[in-house]
Each structure stands twice: as structure tokens, then as C-alpha cells.
């Protein structure tokens, strides 16, 4: 049972145009959202995060936002470049002991076109 | 700054060999350490995480296992590899008071 889902395999955007990427979740108990980006062969890098006590958070080209009753989040990124291109991962941590515990989803391919 | 180190970059191995997959982390103190795998087509799968020297919580039952013998060194194990442990292995580690994680460069292990 998937607590964390992103349901677009892959996504398809023009250079210079906003790119929107979603996440699903069902445990209401998680308290942070992540976003990683993971290129071939490399180990994922955090991009963003927002906390389960708010609706949204903006760094640079990348914005998450976080609608608690739909128990979603998608990233925005604008305007994509093509470096962008690469796959993301949605993830949920709940706070265990002296540790937070993320569940991420599969991941959508991002692909952006010059 | 903070780096974290694992080796080998690439592992081929015959089913029922023993496996030993190694991470370090360097520049930082009492981390939280976790060891992730990634199937073929799959999201990243949380095998086991860390919160101090010797103290190991496992998140999936299967034949592997994971010991912290140092404060920045997280060792992932098996006696006996199964086909179905191919995949690429990551390791990660975190602030105590931080959700977020750094990874490491990963390995890619394919059982024959």
C-alpha cells in the first residue's frame, strides 16, 4: 500500500515554461514534505521542503505547495530550463524517536525540451 | 563542509556470495544514517536507519542487515544475496533536527 503516490510516470515541458509535478498522500500523521531531484546514476538531491503547518514555500524557480485537506503537494518549477531534466521525488516524514522517517513516492521523470 | 562516501561504486556478485556495502560521512557529528534501495522502475525503499552508534531500526525484513560499528560509518550486509537484491543502494544521512537528507553517490549491485 503506496502512503505516497505520484501518479505521472513522466512529464513533458517546454524550455521556459512552468512545469507542475504532484504528489498524493494518505497518512495524515506526516509532518514534513519533501522534494528531491535525482539525475542517472547520482544519489538524489533535496530541492524543497515545507512543513505540515503550512500551505506553501518558494525558493528560487521551485515553489511547493501543500493543500492538507486534499492530502497533496506539487512542485512548481518556472520557468523550466533544461537541466531541470531529471527525475523527482515526492516525499513524507513522520517524526520517530530521534529520527524522521520519509516514505518517498516512485518518482516522475521530468523532461524539458530547448 | 559535510560529505558522505560510499564504495563500491558498481558490485556484481553471484547469487549466495556475502555482500558488505560501506558508508562514511565526513564533517559532521552524531548524524542520522539510513540505507535506501532502488529497484528497477521503483521509488526508494528505506532498509534501515540509525540514530547513534549500535542502535539499528529495520524498516523491511529480508536477508540483509546493517550495523554502525562508528559514529560516521554505516555498513549494509548480507550473508547470502538473493536475485531480488539488485538494485541501487543508497546511503543518506541527516541533521537530528532536520527532516532533510543528503545522499551519497550510490551503488549499483547486480546479483547473477
Known amino acids: 500500500d503506496q502512503q505516497v503516490k505520484q501518479n505521472s510516470p513522466s512529464l513533458s515541458v517546454q524550455e521556459g515554461r512552468i512545469s507542475i509535478l504532484n504528489c498524493d498522500y494518505t497518512?495524515?500523521?506526516?509532518?514534513?514534505f519533501l522534494w528531491y531531484k535525482k539525475y542517472p546514476a547520482e544519489g538524489p538531491t533535496f530541492l524543497i521542503s515545507i512543513s505540515s503547518i503550512k500551505d506553501k514555500n518558494e525558493d528560487g524557480r521551485f515553489t511547493v505547495f501543500l493543500n492538507k485537506s486534499a492530502k497533496h503537494l506539487s512542485l512548481h518549477i518556472v520557468p523550466s530550463q533544461p537541466g531541470d531534466s531529471a527525475v523527482y521525488f515526492c516525499?513524507?516524514?513522520?517524526?520517530?524517536?530521534?529520527?524522521?522517517?520519509?516514505?518517498f513516492g516512485r518518482g516522475t521523470s521530468l523532461i524539458v525540451h530547448p | 563542509s559535510q560529505t558522505i562516501h560510499q564504495w563500491p561504486a558498481t558490485l556484481v556478485q553471484p547469487v549466495g556470495s556475502p555482500l558488505s556495502l560501506e558508508c562514511t560521512v565526513e564533517g559532521t557529528s552524531n548524524p542520522n544514517l539510513y540505507w535506501y534501495r532502488q529497484a528497477a522502475g521503483r521509488g526508494l525503499q528505506l532498509l534501515f536507519y540509525?540514530?547513534?552508534?549500535?542502535?539499528i531500526s529495520s524498516e523491511v525484513p529480508q536477508n540483509l542487515s546493517a550495523s554502525r560499528p562508528q559514529d560516521r560509518q554505516f555498513i549494509l550486509s548480507s550473508k547470502k544475496l538473493l536475485l531480488s537484491d539488485s538494485g541501487f543502494y543508497l546511503c543518506?544521512?541527516?541533521?537530528?533536527?532536520?527532516?532533510?537528507?543528503?545522499f551519497g553517490p550510490g551503488t549499483r549491485l547486480t546479483v547473477l
Open positions: 540509525s540514530v547513534g552508534i549500535g542502535q
Open positions: 543518506a544521512w541527516s541533521v537530528l533536527a532536520g527532516p532533510g537528507q543528503f
Open positions: 516525499a513524507a516524514s513522520v517524526r520517530a524517536g530521534g529520527s524522521y522517517i520519509p516514505t
Open positions: 497518512n495524515s500523521m506526516f509532518d514534513y
